[in-house]
């Protein structure tokens, strides 16, 4: 257990959870997320992105500059392929993937608590 919580991957585990949760719950109540939630949850997203990154690489030992942190976040949208193949090789598509449906996953599970509710 110890080793999931320290692991790089859980906060974005987490927010896609606690995400899921919420969006459900808007449902539930008959209401759309606000455009502030959007903006906040996408901040949250990006920057728990970049922090994945940092710690993924720091555990593996290979930060390949001095402030990669904000290398990352100012061009976070190129960085995430660029580094999970960098630092993975070809199995960094599987990363990719499993980053991909960890981002998709509460939009897709909002859809289905929708269509249970009011389908």
């Given at each position: 257990?110890?080793?999931?919580?320290?692991?790089?991957?859980a906060?974005?585990?987490?927010f896609?959870?606690?995400?899921?949760?919420?969006?459900?719950?808007?449902?539930a109540?008959?209401?759309?997320?606000?455009t502030?939630?959007?903006?906040?949850?996408?901040?949250?997203?990006?920057?728990?992105?970049?922090?994945?990154?940092?710690?993924?690489?720091r555990r593996?030992?290979g930060?390949?500059c001095?402030?990669?942190g904000?290398?990352?976040?100012?061009?976070?949208?190129?960085?995430?392929?660029?580094?999970?193949?960098?630092?993975?090789?070809?199995?960094?598509?599987?990363?990719?993937?499993?980053?991909?449906?960890?981002?998709?996953?509460?939009?897709?599970?909002?859809m289905?608590?929708?269509?249970i509710l009011?389908?």
């Open positions: 257990m110890r080793y999931f919580i320290t692991h790089p991957i906060p974005l585990l987490l896609s959870i606690v995400l899921a949760a919420l969006l459900a719950a808007y449902l109540v008959g209401m759309s997320p606000s502030s939630f959007e903006v906040v949850a996408s901040f949250s997203w990006s920057l728990l992105l970049a922090f994945w990154v940092v710690a993924d690489a593996r030992k930060i390949p001095f402030d990669f904000l290398f990352c976040y100012v061009f976070l949208p190129l960085v995430v392929p660029w580094y999970c193949f960098w630092s993975r090789g070809w199995r960094g598509a599987l990363t990719l993937v499993a980053i991909a449906g960890l981002w998709l996953a509460p939009y897709i599970i909002a289905a608590v929708w269509l009011y389908g």
